[in-house]
């Protein structure tokens, strides 16, 4: 049973990253009616975010790789934290590196936004559900846990560690 909340933050997850792309392409401007600066911006920062997700990527394949010959479960748990790391430096590489514009900036007083006067009611509606039943999930999930949710161990063939709730209270 302790499957399925873990299933279930899943497929919200993914039907909230599939609303969010259908919303980012519906919402996308063809690059030919855009002025010339704007569309090179657009081609560069498209490129410079498929660098990263290459190299988030091939981060974690190679951790992935040297932790099955390793046979270490540490490097395993690495993996995900490293590949967000390696993402983040190239994006913020790709960030530093942006042109600086040649002639006279233009400058305009900057207005307070909100993600509520910007962001489309539907994305923000389905953001809301998402949340709702992630939320829900971890609701059922402690109600629904049994004695078995009162202890946990792990091992390997060097560690082990565990923890067990007294009395059966619940320690936060």
Request: charged share 10%; aromatic share 2%; with cysteine.
């Amino acid at each position: 049973m302790a499957g399925f909340p873990l299933l279930v933050v899943l497929v919200v997850l993914a039907a909230a990253g599939a609303a969010v792309a259908v919303q980012v392409v519906r919402g996308r401007v063809r690059s030919g009616d855009l002025p010339l600066p704007v569309a090179a911006a657009r081609a560069r920062g498209t490129r410079w975010s498929a660098a990263a997700l290459l190299t988030g990527l091939g981060a974690v394949g190679a951790l992935g790789a040297l932790a099955v010959a390793r046979r270490s479960e540490a490097l395993v748990l690495l993996a995900p934290l490293t590949g967000a790391g390696v993402h983040a430096v190239t994006a913020l590489l790709g960030e530093l590196t942006w042109p600086r514009p040649g002639g006279r900036v233009r400058s305009a007083r900057l207005v307070a936004r909100s993600i509520r006067a910007s962001a489309p009611a539907a994305l923000l509606g389905t953001a809301v559900a998402a949340a709702l039943l992630v939320l829900a999930a971890c609701v059922a999930g402690t109600l629904l846990a049994g004695a078995g949710a009162q202890t946990w161990t792990w091992r390997t063939e060097d560690h082990a560690a565990g923890s067990q709730v007294p009395g059966g209270a619940v320690a936060l």
